[in-house]
Structures are given as structure tokens and as C-alpha cells.
């Protein structure tokens, strides 16, 4: 199992920046896939996360109405558009791998390297 997210950069605040996860070595349209980011000195925690059909998303507060999950299941990809980027969005973000199919986030079994957002003047 892998999992690669890309796209990450540095982008000035109000910025938008679409981050890429791609997974290999399982059924991709059997899972839930959900993105994750840790700042420095902060404990990870969960941003979004996807059904396997995609037919259900989940954003956390801070980021609903500026973040979009969606995946598209042909490509083996997931994709976190990010718009109206804050200076507090800076952290690497992960793509991570549920063990269930829905967005209740049963437990993450597979994580990828992360991609580093930087947003600042």
C-alpha cells in the first residue's frame, strides 16, 4: 500500500493551492480516504475526509467553505482543493488511508508522506 500526496508550496495568504494524494496497492474504490496536517509544534489533526464513492464529505470547521475534498476512484487519486488560504494553514498535510468505506474515520491504516504548505506574505 502507498499513498503520495503532492502539490504543496508556498502560496500567499488568500491563495488556493490544490494538494494530490495518489494510492496504489489496494481497492481505491473500496475506502474512505481522509487528509490530515500537522503544524510545527502541534499535535496532527484531521482537515477532511471522503467515502469511497465520494458521495460523502466531511470538512472540519476551520476549513469548511474554503476546502473542497473529492476523488476521482479511475485515477486512484484524491484531491484536497484549498482556497482562501490563512497563514494558519501552514503544516504538512498528509493523505491517509481509512480501514472503513464511510467518513466516520474508523482508523487510518496506511498513511503517505506528507506535502508541506507554507501560506505567508
Known amino acids: 500500500v502507498q499513498l503520495q500526496a503532492s502539490g504543496g508550496g508556498l502560496v500567499q495568504p488568500g491563495g488556493s493551492l490544490r494538494l494530490s494524494c495518489v494510492a496504489s496497492?489496494?481497492?481505491?474504490?473500496?475506502?474512505?480516504i481522509g487528509w490530515f496536517r500537522q503544524a510545527p509544534g502541534e499535535e496532527r489533526e484531521v482537515v477532511s475526509c471522503?467515502?469511497?464513492?465520494?458521495?460523502?464529505?466531511f470538512h472540519e470547521a476551520f476549513v469548511e467553505g474554503r476546502f473542497i475534498i473529492s476523488r476521482d476512484n479511475a485515477e486512484n487519486t484524491v484531491y484536497l482543493q484549498m482556497n482562501s488560504l490563512k497563514p494558519e494553514d501552514t503544516a504538512v498535510y498528509y493523505c491517509?488511508?481509512?480501514?472503513?468505506?464511510?467518513?466516520?474515520?474508523?482508523?487510518?491504516?496506511?498513511w503517505g508522506k506528507g506535502t508541506l504548505v507554507t501560506v505567508s506574505s
Open positions: 491517509a488511508k481509512d480501514s472503513g468505506s464511510d467518513t466516520v474515520l474508523n482508523g487510518m491504516d496506511y
Open positions: 496497492g489496494f481497492a481505491f474504490a473500496d475506502y474512505a
Open positions: 471522503i467515502s469511497n464513492r465520494g458521495d460523502n464529505t
